[in-house]
């Protein structure tokens, strides 16, 4: 069987889905942005192929609305290094970069996260200078510090180790917090 059925209108498409109810994900994508492109609403499909899941139909709708035959292909022949994580990450970017990374992902194994924070506008450069600036304020306060940064809220999380509750007081005080004032 080809990866996509040959369907003329949408009932061939809810058809095909039914009788072939263990379709790769790519398949499913494919029929759902064949349903939306003829103008059924997300209800109207979920209701069609008793999706119960309403996230369920939006991910795979935008998936299959995104990525070219091509990549779709890729993913129905790759199901299992390609997931709807790693394609809903990259859908809005553009088409050469998609292939590209598609094409990254089929040759080492790489964490929807990153997929992620590409899409979300990071880039190595940023993630390495948020590591340099990581180590060296450990090296400097000589403690274990982890710096989470999300590119697309522009703000993150810092984390600081302590090894005793007097470590804990020297940090807060260090900080401005003055345990003494309050307690």
């Not at 394609?87 to 996260?113: G, W």
């Not at 200078?129 to 990581?134: G, L, M, N, P």
């Not at 060296?136 to 993150?156: D, F, Q, T």
């Given at each position: 069987m080809?990866?996509?059925p040959l369907v003329s209108d949408t009932r061939e498409a809810i058809d095909f889905y039914h009788t072939n109810p263990a379709c790769t994900d790519a398949v499913k994508a494919y029929l759902i942005a064949l349903l939306s492109r003829e103008g059924l609403s997300n209800r109207?499909?979920?209701?069609?192929?008793?999706?119960?899941k309403v996230y369920t139909?939006?991910?795979l709708k935008r998936?299959?609305?995104?990525?070219?035959?091509?990549e779709l292909t890729l993913w129905d022949k790759n199901p299992?290094?390609?997931t709807l994580?790693?394609?809903?990450?990259?859908?809005?970017?553009p088409q050469q970069v998609r292939e590209k990374m598609l094409r990254?992902?089929?040759a080492k194994k790489i964490p929807v996260h990153h997929f992620a924070a590409i899409a979300?506008?990071?880039?190595?450069?940023?993630d390495a200078d948020i590591k340099r600036y990581e180590e060296r304020m450990a090296e400097v306060l000589g403690r274990p510090i982890r710096i989470r940064y999300n590119n697309a809220r522009k703000s993150g999380s810092l984390t600081l180790d302590f090894y005793t509750l007097d470590d804990l007081d020297h940090l807060a005080t260090a900080l401005g917090f003055h345990a003494q004032d309050y307690f």
């Amino acid at each position: 069987m080809p990866p996509f059925p040959l369907v003329s209108d949408t009932r061939e498409a809810i058809d095909f889905y039914h009788t072939n109810p263990a379709c790769t994900d790519a398949v499913k994508a494919y029929l759902i942005a064949l349903l939306s492109r003829e103008g059924l609403s997300n209800r109207a499909i979920r209701a069609a192929l008793n999706i119960e899941k309403v996230y369920t139909v939006t991910h795979l709708k935008r998936v299959g609305l995104a990525l070219s035959e091509a990549e779709l292909t890729l993913w129905d022949k790759n199901p299992t290094r390609i997931t709807l994580g790693h394609l809903r990450a990259i859908a809005k970017l553009p088409q050469q970069v998609r292939e590209k990374m598609l094409r990254q992902l089929l040759a080492k194994k790489i964490p929807v996260h990153h997929f992620a924070a590409i899409a979300q506008g990071a880039t190595a450069q940023r993630d390495a200078d948020i590591k340099r600036y990581e180590e060296r304020m450990a090296e400097v306060l000589g403690r274990p510090i982890r710096i989470r940064y999300n590119n697309a809220r522009k703000s993150g999380s810092l984390t600081l180790d302590f090894y005793t509750l007097d470590d804990l007081d020297h940090l807060a005080t260090a900080l401005g917090f003055h345990a003494q004032d309050y307690f």
